[in-house]
DNA sequence: ACAACCATGTAAGTAGTTACATGATTTA
DNA sequence: TAAATCATGTAACTACTTACATGGTTGT
C-alpha cells in the first residue's frame, strides 16, 4: 500500500490542499500510482492522524479550504519505507484472459479490445512524449530530475512495449479473421 | 472484473475442481490475472448461481471433490464478454513512488528495492522461458497455441522490459552512491 | 490409529470504486 | 441572486488478501 508514501512524496514537493495533490497527482505521481480525490480525502486524515502530516485548519471545516504540510515524523517514516524491498503488485491484464478465451472459441472478436488498448498505449506514450520534450530534452538535470526522468522512462517504455504488442496481435487476428472470407 | 471468464476459459479448456483449477491458474492465466483458492472457490459458487457452470456434487458436500464444467450459457455469457472493449487496468508500481520520494530526500536508499525487483522480473523471466522451450519452440503451432504463445510473447516482453529498467536505474544510484564515499 | 495431505470452504479486514452530499467562493 | 465551480467529505459496495476451520482420503 504506497498510498500514504505518494502523498508524503507529493507534499515534500510542496505543500498544499487535497484538491491541488488530486490535480497534480493526475498529471505525476498518478500515472504510477493513480488515486481518486475521495481516497486522498480519506489518507491525508490518517496521515494526519498518524501525526505524519499537518493541516491549517480546525475540525469540521467542511467546504473550507485545509493546507497540508509534511511533519519530521512523516519524512523519517517515508525514508523508512524507501528502503524497504517489496514484491511487485501482481499484474491483472484482462487482455490476455481474452486473448486465451479466444483461443479455446476460435473466434477473432478480441479484435475490438485490441484496438481500443492500441489507441490508450499509443495516447499515453504521446502524453510521456510531450512531457519528456518539456521537462528533460536538451538541457542539464539535477539529481532530483534525473530521477523523475528515469521514472517518466520506464512508462515510456512499458507503453510502448504494450502497444508494440497490441499491433502484433492485431495483424495476426486480422489476418485469421479476413482469411475466413 | 475477469476472474469469472478466466475461469470460464480454464474450465473450457477442461473441466475439473476448484483446487485442480487453483493449482493450474499458478502456471498459466494466473500469470496475467492471479487467484488464491478462496477466491476461486467462491467465484466458481457465483458461477454455478448463475447457471454458467455445474457441478458434479449435492450441496454442504464439505471436503468431497466436486467437478465442474461449463454450461451452454456460459460459454455464451464468455464469447459476449470477450467481444467487449476495456480500458487497461491501471498499474501501480511501488518502486516508481520510491524513486519519486529518492529524487526529494537525496539519498540512494531504493536500491534494495531496484535489486529485489531484478531478481523478481529475471526470474519470471527464466520461468515464461522455459515454458516457450518446452511448449512452443521448434514445431507447428494450432491457431489456439499460437494465441497462447502470444500471450506469453506478452509476459517475455513485459518482464524483459522490466527488468532492463531495473538494471540500469541500478546502474545509476550505484554509482551516485560510490560516487558519495 | 495417526500423520500427512487433499479438498472445500468461512470470517474478518483492506484498498479502491462509484455515487452522492454539502459547504464555500466566484462570476454572470 | 442564481449558476458554476471550488473544496471537502460520507456511504455503500466490490475485489482481493490473510488467517483460520473442517471434512475426507491415503499411507505407514
Redesign the pocket.
Given at each position: 500500500?504506497s498510498?500514504p508514501h505518494a502523498l508524503l512524496t507529493s507534499l515534500l514537493e510542496r505543500p498544499c490542499?487535497?484538491?491541488?495533490l488530486s490535480r497534480r497527482f493526475e498529471r505525476s505521481i498518478g500515472f504510477f500510482?493513480?488515486?481518486?480525490?475521495?481516497?486522498i480525502?480519506?489518507e491525508?486524515?490518517k496521515l494526519e492522524h498518524s501525526g505524519w502530516v499537518e493541516s491549517t485548519a480546525e475540525e469540521g471545516?467542511?467546504?473550507?479550504?485545509?493546507s497540508y504540510r509534511v511533519l519530521p515524523e512523516g519524512k523519517n517514516e517515508l525514508q523508512r519505507w524507501v528502503q524497504q524491498a517489496e514484491d511487485a503488485t501482481?499484474l491483472?491484464d484482462a487482455l490476455m484472459v481474452r486473448l486465451r478465451a479466444e483461443a479455446v472459441l476460435g473466434s477473432t472478436d478480441a479484435i475490438n479490445d485490441l484496438c481500443h488498448r492500441l489507441a490508450q498505449h499509443r495516447h499515453r506514450l504521446a502524453i510521456y512524449q510531450e512531457i519528456e520534450q518539456r521537462d528533460f530534452a536538451n538541457r542539464e538535470l539535477s539529481r532530483a530530475e534525473q530521477l523523475q526522468y528515469l521514472v517518466l522512462q520506464s512508462g515510456l517504455a512499458t507503453e510502448a512495449t504494450q502497444a508494440e504488442f497490441c499491433d502484433r496481435a492485431l495483424t495476426l487476428l486480422a489476418s485469421w479473421r479476413d482469411a475466413k472470407d
Open positions: 500500500m498510498l490542499s487535497g484538491l491541488e500510482w493513480p488515486a481518486s480525490h475521495q481516497q480525502y480519506k491525508l486524515g471545516a467542511r467546504g473550507r479550504k485545509k501482481p491483472r
